[in-house]
């Protein structure tokens, strides 16, 4: 948690300009001596400039903690010299300025001043309330809209503008620095006497709740839900105070001044102009030139994004559609696919071994990789160029395949060294401090790596058992994370130490296949056949016909056959891939009947999360504030093999193949599942178990209308005789109480 809150302020003493830099300590960020200087130290250390002076604002409740820190002799020397570039000392000021429900204090018996820098009790409003317009700078609280849109507001304006307001505070510390900082920028305000505030809306609580606390108020808190239910207050006669989130246009305060509450009780926490008949000082979000000449031509005929209290609605406007294409191959994509599709990758859903309990839905058999020609050139390689000698221990995790890999990088190792000794193998679990009391330095091995939950875990038991700190590596052969930024953040967590040098890493191939989502799809048709199973035992639920309990039992059968595998097509033939497939190279193509299904799995998920993290924006499927993206319905006619489209279905989002917010969308989509439905025992409609399953677990959603209307047309119009894709159906009709 993020304890102080810094920011630069360039202020005007005497005839010149000092940069400050003031830093707020929140009230947990002190329990020792030691964390105060750490976080003295950290926020100089982010500081964008080596300021004249350092302004320190903390609040009564741990003054005594502060005067303690500063009076510890030891660390104070050790601390002074940071503050320059080798033992000089830039800030050659440093005040201490403590706050209370009266008010900002200089505390004199702390700090000191070589700098001759004054200051009078009116700068220390001015800097802390530059500091709050910092923030909300820093936040991005201020939104301006895209070229060709402007945004509606619940008043029924329009503007290129809106304002986040509950964005402003991000944690504890941000929190409290606001809050504090409204109640000492009104002062003419008793907020101990006050009985109740409004507020517009509830992502302000907090902000306004902490307020309260500072102030020593018990005052109720009374949100009246914005342009809704503002017409329908009035001003009580007792001490009150209305706070408004934020505002563009004064609307809102225009109002209640009308309605008869007084502008003296009125604030509004962040506006983008200073409006002092309507309310009292509130955060000025300071525009930049460039972002005012956006502003002043809005045009009737931009594209409006509607404002639902403080969200936007990325659905005000019509969604954008991706088709996957060669663009969204993931540089890895090939070479891992030439290494492990070839019996290299397991069935879908195999448990692995008996060290883990849980069963992911793709893995990768460390045989492919050990064997792997282009990996050992670069694991020879890279244990040649980039291992620190020193490294005389191998940890590898409990998982079997990092085994293998760590006696391999052992055997190199000691035959690169010519070592008779040769490197000493621990397997993670049974780390202790006695395996690491002669240890110069740990390669710590992982043949393949997801989230790195126990690559975490090892890292902090070295931290924990290792004497000193040492050199240290991490190698790993294959990554199949969620995320690269997900990958990134465990990196940088791995390498990260108390020295200033990093802890080395290598990995051969890196290879996202996005989110967790594709083991869903199993266990959601599961929990449908349970749902449809229990139909039959419930007296409220509808009754089924002999032809739908059939078609159940049917079903059960086949989801249960299916554990390790796509549903089949109508007919109980596994989906099988055909030439033609733009991610696999030719060597790939010529040996289709070798390639189980979880290969072809792998391929499009890896697919869809580097379309979801492409860096163009008209090829990211991924949705912003202002427009949602979906996968284009024609990917389903591009990629016409069953098992193509099966895949998409199951390692994409639900949100990526929602329609049912757009009108066209869903039409397309509805009128291509009629004929795949239509079709289901010929070739280009194999995959119709695939596509009744994910409308029957709500994956796959379209317009209730053309929900309703696809249904009937199959089920009654039709000639569909009973079984799975009958039961489905049905299935999707119960449960979207068509």
């Not at 055997?411 to 397997?427: C, F, N, P, Y």
Request: aromatic share 8%; charged share 25%; hydrophobic share 40%.
């Amino acid at each position: 948690m993020i304890s102080t809150v810094y920011f630069n302020i360039a202020h005007a003493s005497s005839d010149h300009d000092l940069d400050l830099l003031c830093i707020y300590l929140s009230d947990k960020s002190i329990q020792n001596n030691s964390d105060f200087y750490e976080q003295l130290t950290d926020s100089i250390r982010g500081s964008n400039t080596l300021p004249d002076a350092i302004i320190v604002f903390y609040s009564t409740t741990i003054e005594s903690k502060v005067i303690n820190a500063w009076s510890d002799l030891s660390q104070n020397k050790a601390f002074l010299p940071r503050l320059g570039p080798g033992t000089g000392i830039s800030a050659k000021s440093i005040f201490f300025i403590s706050m209370s429900q009266d008010g900002l204090k200089l505390d004199g018996s702390i700090g000191f001043n070589k700098g001759s820098i004054y200051l009078k009790e009116s700068d220390y409003y001015n800097l802390y309330l530059s500091g709050m317009n910092g923030l909300a700078v820093k936040n991005k609280i201020l939104h301006v809209a895209p070229s060709g849109h402007s945004f509606r507001h619940p008043s029924g304006t329009t503007s290129k503008l809106f304002i986040q307001a509950k964005e402003i505070a991000r944690n504890e510390a941000e929190l409290q620095f606001i809050a504090r900082g409204i109640c000492l920028s009104s002062k003419e305000i008793a907020w101990n006497e006050l009985k109740s505030v409004f507020i517009d809306s509830m992502g302000i609580y907090g902000i306004v709740k902490e307020a309260l606390k500072f102030s020593g108020s018990d005052a109720k808190i009374i949100n009246f839900h914005s342009y809704e239910k503002v017409g329908e207050i009035n001003a009580p006669a007792d001490d009150y105070l209305v706070i408004i989130s934020a505002s563009t246009s004064g609307g809102m305060a225009k109002l209640l001044v009308k309605s008869g509450f007084s502008h003296k009780r009125i604030i509004t926490l962040a506006e983008v102009s200073l409006r002092n008949k309507l309310c009292s000082t509130p955060i000025i979000i300071p525009l930049e030139k460039d972002i005012q000449k956006k502003t002043d031509s809005t045009k009737n005929h931009e594209t409006e994004i509607e404002l639902v209290g403080e969200q936007f609605t990325s659905k005000a406007k019509q969604p954008r559609e991706i088709i996957l294409g060669i663009r969204h191959k993931p540089d890895a994509l090939e070479d891992v696919l030439n290494t492990f599709a070839f019996n290299g990758l397991n069935d879908l859903n195999t448990k692995l071994d008996s060290f883990s309990s849980s069963v992911p839905v793709l893995s990768l058999k460390p045989e492919a990789l050990m064997e792997c020609k282009a990996f050992n050139e670069w694991l020879e390689a890279e244990l040649k160029w980039e291992v620190a000698a020193s490294i005389s221990t191998i940890v590898y995790k409990k998982d079997g395949a990092s085994e293998l890999l760590a006696a391999k990088v052992k055997k190199l190792l000691d035959e690169l060294r010519q070592s008779k000794k040769g490197l000493s193998l621990i397997e993670a679990d049974d780390l202790k401090h006695d395996s690491l009391m002669d240890c110069s330095g740990v390669m710590v091995v992982s043949a393949f790596t997801g989230d790195g939950g126990q690559l975490r875990q090892i890292s902090r038991s070295l931290r924990e058992y290792e004497p000193r700190v040492i050199p240290r590596h991490f190698l790993t052969g294959v990554v199949i994370s969620q995320t690269m930024e997900e990958w990134s953040r465990l990196k940088r967590f791995l390498v990260q130490n108390a020295m200033d040098r990093k802890y080395g890493f290598s990995a051969w191939k890196t290879l996202p296949i996005g989110p967790d989502i594709m083991s869903d799809s199993w266990s959601d048709l599961t929990g449908l056949v349970a749902y449809l199973n229990s139909l039959s035992l419930s007296e409220d639920g509808p009754v089924l016909s002999e032809e739908e309990s059939q078609s159940i039992a049917l079903l059960q059968k086949v989801v249960k056959e299916s554990r390790s595998r796509l549903l089949p097509n109508t007919a109980n033939i596994p989906l099988k891939l055909t030439s033609g497939f733009v991610f696999f190279s030719e060597t790939l193509e010529n040996r289709l009947s070798e390639i189980n299904q979880s290969v072809v799995l792998l391929a499009i998920a890896s697919v869809l999360q580097a379309a979801r993290e492409h860096s163009v924006a008209e090829l990211c499927l991924k949705s912003d504030n202002y427009q949602s993206v979906v996968l284009s319905p024609e990917n389903f006619l591009r990629f016409n093999d069953d098992i193509l489209q099966a895949c998409i279905l199951r390692a994409s989002l639900p949100n990526e193949i929602d329609y049912s917010f757009d009108y066209d969308l869903s039409l397309v989509m509805s009128e291509f599942l009629l004929k795949l439905f239509n079709r289901h025992n010929r070739p280009y409609g194999y995959a119709a178990l695939e596509f009744a399953a994910a409308l029957a677990t709500g994956k796959l959603r379209l317009k209730e209308q053309h929900l309703k209307s696809l249904i009937h047309d199959v089920l009654y119009q039709g000639r569909l005789e009973q079984g799975c894709l009958y039961a489905l159906l049905i299935a999707a009709k119960i449960k979207n109480k068509l």
